[in-house]
């Protein structure tokens, strides 16, 4: 078969030029390459070349009548019978210029061995091309010149040349180039039994197809893809189907099939017994790598496995496509076998959870009716305690047949357990069950609502025990835990940060889970995570996008037990941007959602301490009076609500300048304790702010440092930053309340104006604001501007972006 016109490369252009240099000495060369590499171009400009020189030129093989000195400019030589191969090459024998251009197939072998004794041979190939052109055209010249025009997209230009140019090859090279793009390792052997043909035919035609240069082992899996799917055009969908079936079988009988190869047979439609239970074997033997079983999964059921299917749901909701498992799970819903019908229930759930319907996950476990075994029963438990259905929860742990108590079973028990107990029971009680959750977690390959890590995290944060939550989530997001979680411990791990005040720590686990792609509840919390963020800063724009983007994922969501921590912080952002009626439904389901629970302190807790500080932004005291309440009477069974009730009173005394340095100092480190420093240093801040003694405001700015030190972000410069703590005290002014004016530029400082901005907005110089800054720097006893900035971070709150007015309460 030729190949088109086009752009002859270099080295078969130098070797041609060379072919004229003695017109009294006989020139040979091979010109050697697969297919659309060039050569018919190359032997084109040869045959011009030597009848330029005065040459006789003939195009095909040589016949006994042909004079001894015409040169003989042949294509496609591998096409040529055994007969014309053995009279060319007794013309080189007898000194004649001969110019071949072929395949290399080993049939050439004495050819290509007489031309290389006193000739040249060229070999053509696949050129360098950029990466994104690899998988459509792997570098080959005539699907270079297909794509080049960019009038289609590459994979589609190039698939239609390539079709085009196989409408060239017999059918048995057709099949061997169908088998040998399925799978590389596949031999002459294999051929010869799939195809039915006899072992030397079979070498024959598996040397054709990789002398052709569209099944080289150094091609992607993309192109050979490419190649499989234009023979299959060209073959049909019948014979295909027989081809593949045929070498599937042949394969099985030999016990030789490859992962992938058996992979590439299902995923192409084959269905096989023999088959469909390799895959399963193999599937449930692919252990850590989630995504790879959950494609062998897939492949069983679709290669007519019976009773895989359940196992294919969770493989796909583990590998992070739950899109792919709700709707196989969706299908199974109706399936007669219960154990299938209840695991699609449990991962259909699960996705519904991930996709902020927990409502819609507990509906499908009452639909289920009796759970019929342990881990079923413990995803039923989690889904309707998140949703505030206690007693449904209950009944849900009393399964029908718990099953015998493997690691997996105990351990989804244990979690569902440990999350009843978080309700009516003090917290180290609950945790200690949670506990055990988290021991058998790698055992655990069924999809539940949430990860065990997840939940012990999260109640450790909301009972106020950051050490706890820290070393949980830590070791949850160094593990393997698969895609479906991922990002859902990055997010938790990002949380605790932020409320411990590291910031930047934060937002890297925020940057590092990204915005493509997420599930509601990630969303959800990813939204929130940054409003936090952007608040504790004191970026106004930010808090705004951020709050509004927050707000949009949010009415797409029901409020459920697990996300109380992210509308929280939410309605505190809506306090201080002056919109909290936009929150106001998801705030009345979520205290109605506890109140259906009996108000657990550990739940709630969280957010009547939001519901404390969304009162003092909107200066409304009655609405701070029934958090302030709630968490009072909490006291008595918390240690966290004991804090946030101490902490409570003592910010709204000090909001009123009633500093008392033992009091805040107390409250801000219980606040730190429970890993609450960011609101600990806001605290000593906004007593330093307040207090009309320059000593104790002096303290309370020390507190702030020290606390905000200890939490592991310190505002200190990176150098000597012990000695600049011991020194910051010494400064005789240090720890002095601001004047009006100096606030002022202090707030509009902190939001990165510049010193002309700020003087333009204040009516004075730029100079004068310069005085200012240089006075602050001095009263706070800062060591450089970078210190300053943070102490004024705790100390202060950017302007309200709304009105547009100074707040004093807005450290909170």
């Keep these: 078969m030729g190949d088109a016109p086009g752009d002859m490369p270099a080295k078969a252009r130098d070797a041609i030029e060379a072919l004229v240099d003695d017109p009294s000495a006989p020139a040979r060369l091979l010109i050697s390459g697969g297919i659309g590499t060039g050569k018919s171009t190359a032997l084109a400009a040869a045959r011009e070349n030597l009848r330029n020189a005065g040459l006789t030129v003939l195009a095909r093989p040589p016949r006994a009548t042909d004079p001894p000195d015409t040169a003989l400019v042949v294509d496609d030589a591998h096409l040529l019978t055994d007969d014309a191969l053995a009279a060319l090459t007794q013309r080189l024998a007898d000194g004649a210029t001969v110019v071949v251009a072929a395949e290399p197939q080993e049939r050439l072998q004495d050819l290509t061995l007489a031309i290389e004794r006193d000739g040249r041979r060229v070999s053509l190939g696949p050129l360098p091309v950029a990466e994104e052109l690899l998988e459509s055209t792997a570098g080959i010249p005539f699907l270079l010149r297909a794509v080049a025009d960019g009038a289609k997209p590459a994979a589609r230009a190039a698939k239609f040349a390539l079709i085009d140019r196989l409408r060239q090859v017999d059918e048995l090279t057709l099949d061997t180039l169908l088998i040998m793009s399925l799978a590389q390792e596949v031999g002459a052997t294999d051929v010869a039994a799939a195809l039915g043909i006899s072992a030397t035919q079979a070498r024959q035609l598996v040397d054709r197809a990789r002398a052709g240069g569209l099944v080289e082992p150094s091609h992607t899996p993309g192109f050979l893809r490419l190649v499989h799917g234009a023979v299959a055009h060209l073959i049909g969908n019948a014979h295909h189907q027989e081809v593949e079936t045929a070498l599937a079988r042949s394969q099985l009988d030999l016990a030789t099939v490859s992962t992938d190869f058996a992979l590439r047979l299902a995923e192409h439609g084959l269905k096989d017994d023999r088959l469909a239970a390799l895959l399963g074997r193999r599937a449930a033997a692919s252990r850590g790598d989630f995504v790879h079983a959950a494609r062998l999964y897939r492949a069983a059921v679709d290669a007519g496995a019976d009773g895989l299917a359940s196992r294919a749901v969770d493989a796909l909701a583990r590998a992070g496509d739950c899109t792919a498992a709700a709707a196989l799970a ?101 945790m200690a069950k949670l506990g055990q959750a988290i021991g058998a977690e790698p055992s655990m390959t069924e999809v539940l609502p949430d990860s065990p890590a997840a939940l012990v995290a999260l109640a450790a944060i909301h ?109 505190v952002a809506a306090a201080r941007l002056r919109r909290v009626d936009r929150l106001r439904h998801s705030l009345d389901q979520a205290f109605g959602l506890l109140e259906s629970l009996g108000n657990p302190p550990l739940w709630s807790a969280p957010m009547h301490w939001a519901g404390v500080h969304a009162g003092i932004l909107a200066n409304s005291p009655e609405s701070v009076a029934p958090h302030a309440q709630a968490l009072g009477a909490a006291a008595g069974d918390s240690t966290f609500a004991r804090a946030l009730s101490g902490a409570g009173r003592t910010w709204l005394r000090v909001l009123a300048d009633q500093v008392d340095t033992d009091e805040v100092t107390v409250a801000a480190r219980a606040l730190s304790n429970a890993g609450l420093t960011s609101d600990a240093t806001r605290l000593a801040g906004q007593a330093a702010l307040q207090a009309p003694d320059g000593r ?117």
């Design 330 to 430: 969706d299908g199974l819903l109706g399936s007669p076998d219960s154990a299938e019908r209840a695991a699609a229930v449990r991962v259909a759930a699960s996705v519904a959870v991930l996709d902020g319907n927990a409502g819609q996950a507990a509906e499908l476990f009452r639909w289920l009716g009796p759970h019929p075994d342990a881990v079923v029963g413990a995803a039923a438990a989690i889904a309707l305690t998140a949703t505030g259905d206690l007693a449904a929860a209950r009944v849900a742990l009393c399964p029908q047949d718990a099953g015998p108590p493997t690691m997996a079973a105990r351990g989804a028990r244990s979690l569902a357990e440990g999350l009843l107990l978080t309700i009516d029971h003090p917290y180290p009680a609950a």
């Design 696 to 812: 104790v405001s002096g303290a309370m700015l020390q507190l702030a440092r020290d606390l905000k030190l200890g939490a592991g972000e310190g505002e200190l410069p990176p150098t000597e930053p012990a000695a600049a703590a011991r020194s910051a005290p010494h400064h005789p002014a240090a720890g002095s309340a601001l004047s009006d004016r100096e606030r002022e530029v202090a707030e509009l400082l902190l939001l990165g104006m510049p010193y002309r901005d700020i003087g333009g907005r204040l009516f004075i110089s730029a100079k004068t604001v310069e005085h200012h800054v240089a006075r602050i720097r001095r009263r706070l006893g800062a060591g450089s501007r970078s210190e300053m900035l943070s102490m004024l971070r705790a100390m202060l709150a950017p302007e309200d972006p709304i009105a547009g007015q100074r707040d004093p309460r807005a450290a909170s």
């Design 463 to 571: 009972g106020g025990d950051p050490v706890r939550a820290r070393s949980v989530i830590g070791r949850a997001t160094g593990a393997a835990v698969g895609p479906m979680f991922q990002r859902r411990h990055a997010l938790l791990s990002g949380w605790i940060k932020m409320q411990e005040g590291q910031l930047t720590a934060a937002g890297a686990d925020v940057s590092a889970v990204g915005s493509a792609g997420l599930h509601r509840r990630d969303a959800l919390w990813v939204g929130a995570l940054q409003t936090a963020i952007a608040r504790r800063s004191g970026d106004a724009g930010a808090l705004h996008q951020h709050w509004y983007a927050a707000i949009e994922v949010l009415a797409e969501c029901s409020v459920d037990l697990f996300n109380l921590l992210p509308l929280g912080e939410l309605w």
